[in-house]
């Protein structure tokens, strides 16, 4: 295994030009999420293996040459964002979208990986999997497992790596179990009597209510679930009224619910119900809610991240085996069903001068694409010293628990 890594990642530095030179033309020109085939054809053909399967309308499922037994996909998303670039380097984004999550990053990595595997050969094969709309709902990930060609092409494991501002450069975190937060999304219509504001005791103020609201939520994640597994509600828009002195007869709030753990999840969503109607009663008003389920729990395969822990390693990495984040990824519908999946985060560089993802001066230093490869890299090796039994073709295809 020893040889096979370095001869690997010898080759990942000779692809590294061209997949840095890939990189800067992604990120010029971004795709929103449901609008990447552009971005796919040129990575695909970056790739140099074929066209593959389309998946879940925008994306591809690329198989490359390998040896026999179970498949790894590797795994990079497509999307951008909705973020006017602000970073004013030469290859910036030519639109009004941006790759503000280091998706670039991601998918010049994966080319990296897939043209040297076939250079050098590997002893399982590889899907690259080149993922559409990671950033919206409904994810592109749950299209492709319900889609049954993760099944069809035999993967046993998926492999993903996500550049981590608040991950020192050089550190890669591999850790065990729970990594990303399930999410779900909900929307509060708090309806009362509205009128003048000069007479509040002839009205119910649905705004008066929906503030209170906003304030009790927070004893959701403060009381009401285990704070060692912990919880987060944040309310992240409010809308209501059209006037200083006229209180209007509704207002609503929008925000989001996430958990650790499914039966949290589950807790949450019944408390949620309980805070929102109660303080509607206690205003005189009544309310609406409405819970829109996003992504399940990312629990990485203990098996693959410890596996992996050990390559990175190796390559010089400080590993990071406790890393957790209250963000989500719809990544997590490869794990721990018809499949198992593995999720890395690679360290940018000092978390107080880094930017945050998503933010318009986010911009990773090409070095991140190597950092990257080499993180695919020990999760395919992880893949093949922990090899799991195939699902049936019947378990493949079966919706994942809390999807």
């Known amino acids: 295994m020893n040889d096979l890594w370095d001869r690997w990642t010898r080759a990942i530095d000779e692809e590294l030009p061209a997949a840095i030179e890939l990189r800067h033309a ?20 970056a790739l140099g293996a074929g066209d593959g399967t389309r998946v879940a309308k925008t994306g591809r499922a690329i198989p490359l040459p390998g040896g026999d037994g179970p498949v790894v996909a590797l795994r990079a998303e497509l999307d951008a964002l909705p973020v006017l670039e602000g970073t004013g380097v030469p290859w910036a984004s030519g639109n009004e979208l941006m790759h503000a999550c280091g998706h670039d990053v991601h998918l010049a990595a994966l080319v990296a990986v897939g043209r040297a595997a076939v250079r050098v050969g590997v002893p399982r094969p590889i899907l690259a999997l080149l993922q559409p709309r990671e950033e919206t709902s409904p994810p592109g990930a749950l299209d492709i497992v319900e889609s049954g ?3 069809e092409a035999g993967v046993d494991a998926v492999i993903g790596a996500h550049v981590q501002p608040r991950l020192a450069h050089g ?22 009597q509205g009128g003048h504001a000069g007479y509040p005791h002839l009205l119910r103020d649905p705004i008066l209510a929906l503030s209170q609201l906003v304030v009790s939520l927070q004893q ?38 996430r958990l650790m753990r499914q039966i949290d999840r589950e807790r949450a969503q019944e408390v949620l119900a309980e805070i929102v109607h109660g303080t509607a009663k206690a205003h005189g008003c009544t309310a609406e809610l409405e819970i829109s389920p996003c992504e399940p729990v990312l629990d990485n395969d203990a098996a693959l991240a410890t596996g992996a822990q050990r390559w990175l390693r190796h390559a010089g990495f400080v590993v990071d085996d406790e890393f957790r984040s209250f963000g989500a990824d719809d990544f997590a519908h490869y794990c721990g069903g018809a499949t198992r999946g593995l999720m890395l985060f690679v360290g940018l560089g000092d978390t107080a001068g880094v930017p945050s993802l998503h933010d318009d001066q986010f911009l990773p230093r090409d070095q991140a694409v190597v950092q990257v490869a080499h993180a695919l890299v020990a999760g395919y090796l992880a893949a093949l010293e922990a090899p799991a039994a195939l699902p049936t073709r019947r378990e493949a295809g079966r919706p994942r628990s809390g999807a």
């Open 26 to 45: 992604v990120h010029a020109d971004p795709r929103g999420s449901g609008d990447e085939e552009d971005t796919a054809r040129l990575v695909a053909e």
């Open 149 to 151: 060609v993760l099944a």
């Open 171 to 192: 550190v890669v975190a591999a850790v065990p179990g729970p990594v990303n937060a399930s999410t779900d999304e909900f929307e509060v219509t708090m309806r009362g």
């Open 220 to 257: 959701l994640a403060s009381r009401r679930i285990d704070p060692v597994h912990g919880a987060v509600c944040s309310v992240g828009r409010i809308q209501g009224g059209a006037a200083a002195n006229v209180v209007p007869n509704s207002a609503s709030a929008f925000g989001s619910l």
